[in-house]
């Protein structure tokens, strides 16, 4: 289990092969990529800021990575958060997970992003054409991760 | 115990308080040490002991506002106890991903 937060770009390729490396009984692989995109509440995104809270950010994904072990066979897992200036088309965000079955690596996958996004300590600042704003958080974030609560623990 | 005239009774408990994103912003600061009052036991205390500073403070921590706050890096609410050494955070609500 690893979690990564850097300014650098990150290669998917190479951080799957990594995770699944000498481990036979992997069977499946289910990984996100989150990207910025250009346009956010209808206005243009010419560039962002990643802020976090060095430490408890870590925790916070660790934290979360372990919630999905304990509700699916997960055999390894990676997060990878990028921090710092980013562009449009930019690779943001890395979720990787790898289990012995498809519908158990979905689902964690999906699991951690979800909570990644409502309980991880970061915070996007947009640079427009009319100046600069802090991103306000989303209630359909909430919703995605509190589906959660009321789904069954496995999924296979 | 003496203690200037005035001034609330110190606990001896020292605390540092950071502060993100664009609450960091309005509030002109990322952290600083408080020497936390007596009367001041879990973080609800704390956050009427800011907002009592009035202007920035005032309006971002106001009760209402959308504050989120973790005590020694763990997401915390009102009732959290404070202890000596404690580090607390408030930041408003989380963007990543």
Known sequence: MTVRIQTADFDVSVEIAALRRNNPKVGAVASFVGVVRDINDGGTVAEMTLEHYPGMTEKAIEEIIGQARSRWNVLNALVIHRVGQLKPMDQIVLVVVAGEHRGEAFAACEFIMDYLKTRAPFWKKERTGKGARWVEARHTDDIAAERWRFKLGSEQ | ?97
């Open chain 2, 1 to 97: 115990m003496d203690r200037p005239r005035g001034r609330p009774a110190n606990s001896g408990r020292m605390i540092t308080v950071l502060y993100f994103a664009s609450l960091r912003e309005s509030l002109g600061k990322g952290a600083e040490q408080i020497a936390l009052p007596a009367a001041v036991r879990d973080l609800e205390g704390l956050r009427a002991l800011l907002v009592a500073r009035g202007g920035a403070w005032e309006e971002g921590l106001a009760p209402g506002r959308p504050v989120r706050a973790a005590v020694n890096q763990a997401m915390a609410h009102g009732d959290t106890r404070i202890a000596d050494g404690d580090e607390i955070a408030f930041f408003p609500p989380v963007t990543g991903g």
